[in-house]
């Protein structure tokens, strides 16, 4: 069974950079996409961004421009770049990995706290 941990997330400030990663245990190959969620308090889970294993990339509006998504196959790690980043980005963000016939696997979360 393939396990995914998060890690990367803290505090930062406004306009700051985190990068969060995604490590799959023992490997990403039977996920046909990865996506990144958050989860802000009192809010539901949203979907953040998306990439496929042909390396596609689709990120919700209100990421645009500032997040990247990216894989590294040898390390078995997606990773979600985050630059510019404000207040209301402050979640928890999760990672789940898609398998075809089979119930998604999500990871534990890891917090982002953006504030001055």
């Known amino acids: 069974q393939v396990q995914l941990v998060e890690s990367g997330g803290g505090l930062v400030q406004p306009g700051g950079s985190l990068r969060l990663s995604c490590a799959a245990s023992?490997?990403?190959?039977?996920?046909?996409?990865v996506d990144w969620y958050r989860q802000a308090p009192g809010n539901e889970r949203e979907l953040v961004a998306t990439i496929t294993s042909g390396g596609s990339t689709k990120y919700a509006d209100s990421v645009k421009g500032r997040f990247t998504i990216s894989r590294a196959n040898d390390r078995n790690t997606v990773y979600l770049q985050m630059s510019s980043l404000k207040p209301e980005d402050t979640a928890v963000y999760y990672c789940?990995?898609?398998?075809?016939?089979?119930?998604?696997?999500w990871g534990q979360g890891t917090q982002v706290t953006v504030s001055s």
């Open positions: 023992p490997s990403m190959t039977q996920f046909y996409a």
């Open positions: 789940k990995g898609n398998m075809f016939f089979n119930a998604p696997t």
